[in-house]
């Protein structure tokens, strides 16, 4: 990140809290970043143009670095951070030197299975929303009866709702984060949109494992990548069940069509890029198309295939065939028609349905 390169000429920064963890733990980075830098306010926005101050509770101040996140917080007194919610948080990792730094004794909190709480006072929101992140991202649990139930009048800024989700769906587990968000009343009280899901429920027979919101954080499992337009898609795909309506013989007809309506409102709500509201949008709308590609003719499905997003669109399939326990078999029966599009589409003496030019046009 150039930014940073640009402030180790004037003064020592860390990667700290869940970017630390993120490198002890060799996990795929969050779309944001962590550091701690050795100065003030003062010194940081000499050295940082554009600095911004976006008011979140976990950094002083902040700065987009290309699609990053960078958020920076000042370190206190005798070099040392200022005590983060839970033990294992409190590790720094310097880059320069490549070594990690455990200003508090905590060295112990990494190689425990349960989270330790700092002495710190933080309220009871912050605390639940950093503890969902380190079960999706880190093989820790939540001891019983260490975090409290949230209270429904605090305000949350969306940036602050953005990146907890963002760094909950981009860890190896964001089935653990989302139910720990869900028992204590975080969904409920701040994204509704989801909340509709759980209890919508659904055939036994294509979908035995469960409801809407089983059948989703399963889905979650089957995935080959932790990109993040995929795995909103994959959280999201089918919010829009709860609001369908039976008609022609589905019990959810047109439930593509509203939740792609109602995910691109929750996303423009925790301000995502535009980008990334219309790529999930589209993945939502179209998510059921792979397995019909093969009653259509190429001419009636060669521009869904032709858009770049279209390889996510089949993992994203795959991913919510597979959570149904159903198999794998129509995923790679649109992977094989897929395939030889793309073939067809490069070859100049063919049509993209396969057909030779010549004998059409020639003989």
């Not at 730094?101 to 909190?109: M, N, T």
Request: aromatic content about 12%.
């Amino acid at each position: 990140m150039d930014a940073l390169v640009d402030l180790r000429s004037a003064v020592p920064w860390y990667y700290s809290s869940f970017s630390a963890l993120d490198r002890y733990f060799r996990q795929t980075e969050q779309p944001v970043a962590h550091i701690a830098v050795e100065g003030d306010l003062v010194t940081l926005a000499k050295w940082i143009p554009n600095l911004e101050f976006p008011g979140v509770p976990f950094a002083d101040a902040a700065i987009w670095d290309g699609s990053t996140r960078v958020y920076f917080g000042c370190l206190e007194d005798e070099h040392k951070p200022r005590k983060q919610p839970f033990r294992l948080q409190n590790f720094l990792y310097d880059p320069v030197k490549d070594r990690y730094l455990d200003p508090y004794d905590d060295y112990r909190s990494l190689r425990s299975d349960l989270l330790e709480a700092t002495e710190a006072p933080y309220d009871p929101i912050r605390r639940l929303m950093d503890a969902a992140v380190v079960v999706s991202r880190y093989p820790h649990s939540v001891p019983a009866g260490s975090l409290e139930p949230v209270p429904r009048y605090l305000e949350l800024s969306p940036e602050t709702q953005r990146t907890l989700l963002s760094g909950i769906l981009t860890g190896a587990s964001p089935w653990k984060g989302l139910n720990l968000l869900r028992e204590y009343g975080f969904i409920d009280a701040y994204w509704p949109e989801l909340a509709g899901i759980y209890g919508t429920q659904q055939s036994k027979e294509h979908h035995p494992e469960g409801d809407v919101w089983t059948h989703s954080l399963e889905a979650f499992r089957y995935r080959r990548s932790r990109d993040l337009v995929l795995t909103l898609a994959l959280l999201l795909h089918d919010s829009g069940k709860p609001q369908a309506t039976p008609a022609a013989g589905r019990k959810f007809d047109g439930h593509a069509e509203i939740g792609a309506t109602l995910a691109s409102r929750f996303l423009r709500r925790l301000e995502y890029g535009e980008s990334t509201v219309e790529d999930v949008r589209w993945l939502i709308h179209k998510h059921m198309f792979p397995g019909a590609l093969h009653l259509l003719p190429t001419f009636r499905t060669e521009r869904l295939m032709a858009d770049p997003l279209f390889p996510v669109l089949l993992e994203l399939y795959r991913c919510d065939l597979e959570s149904t326990y159903r198999g794998p078999t129509s995923y790679y029966r649109a992977c094989k028609i897929y395939r030889s599009y793309l073939k067809n589409s490069r070859n100049p003496y063919r049509t993209t349905e396969g057909k030779k030019l010549v004998r059409m046009y020639v003989d």
